[in-house]
Every structure is written in C-alpha cells, then in structure tokens.
Nanobody
Framework: QVQLVESGGGLVQAGGSLRLSCAAS????????MGWFRQAPGKEREFVAG???????KYLDSVKGRFTISRDAAKNTGYLQMDSLKPEDTAVYYC????????????????????WGQGTQVTVSS
C-alpha cells in the first residue's frame, strides 16, 4: 500500500521559513513526478510546485524565488523549502506523486497525480 506522509508544517511569522517533507512508503517514487499543492479555506486547491523525474521544476508564479522543491531518492522523500513566507501562503499543503511521463514530465492537472498525502497545515501570521 502506497502512502505519502507530509510533515514540517506549523505556525510561523511572516518572513520566516518552513521545510515540508513528504515521505513515501510502499513504492519507490524516484521515477515519478512529485508535486506540492495547497488549499486555503474557501479556495480551490492550487498547484504550488512540481519536480519531474528528469529534475525539471515548475512553480506557481507567486512562490517563485521563495519556494524550492527537491527530492532525495535514497530516502524516498520529497521536500518543499519555503522561505520569506507571507500570510497568503497559509493553507493545508499536500504532496502528490504521478507516473506521468509526457512532455516535461509534469502532469498538467491535479487529476493526473496518482497518490496523495493527508496534508499538513501551514499558518503564517502577519
């Protein structure tokens, strides 16, 4: 059974940093794409960052230069380093993996991700 478990969320002041982790079990996902999504209260889930098997990365415009996605194949774990956090980054953050391999190797929509974690809350105070 494949499981993705996020950790590292919490409460932080604006301008602070957090590093989210996504630990996978039940499957080696080094050949998969991995994405981070977030959902704030009353808003739709949105793509935040993704990393393809070949290392190609993509970011939501509002987090470019502040967030960095990475992965450690040996640990079967992905990361989202979040710096210069803003109150509008407050949301539940989810990681997901996908076997999608077309194009740049990142799924163009959330429905193409195969496995999802349960989410971790990130709250940024002003």
């Amino acid at each position: 059974q494949v499981q993705l478990v996020e950790s590292g969320g919490g409460l932080v002041q604006a301008g602070g940093s957090l590093r989210l982790s996504c630990a996978a079990s039940g499957r080696t996902f080094s050949s998969d794409a991995m994405g981070w999504f977030r959902q704030a209260p009353g808003k739709e889930r949105e793509f935040v960052a993704g990393i393809a098997r070949n290392g190609y990365t993509k970011y939501l415009d509002s987090v470019k230069g502040r967030f960095t996605i990475s992965r450690d194949a040996a640990k079967n774990t992905g990361y989202l380093q979040m710096d210069s956090l803003k109150p509008e980054d407050t949301a539940v953050y989810y990681c997901a993996t996908s076997r999608y391999q077309l194009g740049y190797g990142l799924p163009p929509q959330a429905s193409l991700y195969d496995y999802w974690g349960q989410g971790t809350q990130v709250t940024v105070s002003s």
